[in-house]
């Protein structure tokens, strides 16, 4: 079993910047490859974007590739997602996952922390 937790949400003016984490614990967490998904009000959730365990391979959506960035340190088996250039749209709640070899980028995942509010105002 692996236990995710995010941290790092709030409430930030369009343009800003946030920087997000996951803090792994239960099993060797830097063996885990690891994403980040989001979820806005009345939306599907989607992917937004992953590490591999070594940190070598990054996987962006569309959305996040020229705004976000992911990374991770595992002697602190925490994975952060640095978002910039912040937009309305981006208001969604924020969760991070982990499996122990991704398929694919956008999943399937085994684990599931319980998300952490991002709202960006205009």
């Known amino acids: 079993q692996v236990q995710l937790v995010e941290s790092g949400g709030g409430l930030v003016q369009a343009g800003g910047s946030l920087r997000l984490s996951c803090t792994a614990s239960?099993?060797?967490?830097?063996?885990?490859?690891m994403g980040w998904f989001r979820q806005a009000p009345g939306k599907e959730r989607e992917f937004v974007c992953a590490?591999?365990?070594?940190?070598?391979?990054?996987y962006y959506s569309n959305t996040a590739k020229d705004r976000f960035a992911i990374a991770r340190d595992n002697v602190k088996s925490t994975v952060y997602l640095q978002m910039n250039s912040l937009k309305p749209e981006d208001t969604a709640v924020y969760y991070c996952?982990?499996?122990?070899?991704?398929?694919?980028?956008?999943?399937?995942?085994?684990?599931w922390g319980q998300g952490t509010q991002v709202t960006v105002s205009s």
């Open positions: 996952a982990a499996v122990r070899e991704l398929v694919q980028a956008w999943g399937p995942y085994d684990y």
């Open positions: 239960g099993r060797t967490a830097s063996d885990y490859d």
């Open positions: 590490i591999t365990s070594n940190g070598v391979k990054r």
